[in-house]
């Protein structure tokens, strides 16, 4: 398609399928692979398979669908930043760090302290993620880092070898409330938004350009694009059908999978529909301002509809 990057989302614990599934992803040129972090029971630990998805390709960025550094049980920054570079070194290159403040519903929080770990408050979360970036991007730099914050203490640390992107991968944000989204808007390279319509993402865009230019990250004088190159994600699923009963079944499915109503207002976010109805859409998206859509495949870990869509998509 050329104006947007496609990328693919996974999550499972098969780790034979999702092998296949990063490879096959990989060779058909899709732009972007990720794969879960987190303590849920539908996931193996993130970064140990980030290793292994870093070997298993050639071409597309990888880097964690989210990951977090709101707490030093989570992941403290001076391991988030060996962990990267690790992964960077053996991509070659081609990581994302990719962050999340994390969501505000008890369930998230319960989820959490059921392992002991604590889950501050979101303006307390949105600190340490603050504080969490500026000490990875230091001890990428190969800088003696001395940090008394609210979330972290550093006396004299440092960290080598270096990755291989310099100064540094690309730091992502995972950001939908203002204040996170004031986050992403001082210190990210990336941003991304989840299950979101095309209209709704194009309010978030026009909030996340004042917010730029808020953070001194002005725009050019020339083309309106803001100065800092600050890719713009949107998190989605994806079916890929031939008919209007597909188109149900897989509707259902979607509502049965997140426990939905049938009209909840999330079913509008998700691409189902035969190729020229997926791409329709995609191409919403990429007017609303998207630089990058990170899909959810319904019928994962086949492969079939991953296939269907590069073809129609052109990606190779």
């Known amino acids: ?21 990063w490879r096959a992803a990989d060779a058909l040129g899709y732009a972007r692979i990720t794969y879960g972090d987190g303590l849920w029971d539908f996931t193996h630990d993130g970064w140990t398979m980030l290793g292994a998805l870093a070997v298993a390709t050639r071409r597309a960025r990888l880097g964690p669908a989210v990951t977090y550094a709101f707490d030093p049980a989570a992941h403290h920054p001076s391991w988030l930043a060996r962990r990267a570079v ?12 990719r962050l999340a403040v994390g969501a505000e519903d008890e369930a ?15 303006a307390e979360r949105i600190v340490a993620l603050e504080e969490a970036v500026r000490i990875v991007r230091a001890l990428w730099r190969g800088e003696r880092v001395e940090v008394e914050g609210r979330a972290f203490t550093l006396r004299g640390a440092r960290l080598a070898p270096p990755p291989v992107q310099r100064p540094g991968p690309p730091v992502w944000i995972a950001a939908m409330k203002p204040r996170a989204l004031a986050l992403a808007a001082r210190c990210a390279e990336g941003w991304e938004a989840s299950y979101v319509t095309p209209a709704a993402f194009a309010a978030l865009c026009a909030s996340f350009d004042r917010l730029l230019v808020a953070a001194g990250r002005p725009r050019n004088a ?19 059908v031939d008919s209007r009963a ?10 049965a999978q997140r426990g939905l109503a049938a009209g909840d207002p999330l079913l509008d976010t998700a691409l189902i529909g035969d ?35 590069a073809r129609a998509a052109t990606l190779d």
């Open 1 to 21: 398609m050329g104006v947007i990057a496609l990328g693919v989302q996974t999550w499972s614990t098969d780790v034979a399928a999702v092998e296949r599934f």
């Open 246 to 255: 597909e188109v149900e079944t897989w509707r259902r499915r979607f509502c």
């Open 222 to 240: 020339v083309g309106g694009r803001p100065e800092h190159d600050v890719r713009r994600s949107v998190e989605v699923d994806v079916a890929l």
């Open 275 to 309: 190729v020229e109805t997926v791409l329709a859409r995609i191409g919403e998206y990429a007017a609303a301002g998207a630089t990058d859509l990170m899909l959810g495949f319904a019928d994962f870990p086949a492969t079939g509809m991953l296939e269907r869509l």
């Open 86 to 97: 690790t992964v960077d070194h053996l991509s070659n290159g081609r990581l994302d760090l």
């Open 108 to 122: 998230t929080r319960a989820a959490w302290e059921r392992h002991g770990i604590r889950y501050p408050t979101a």
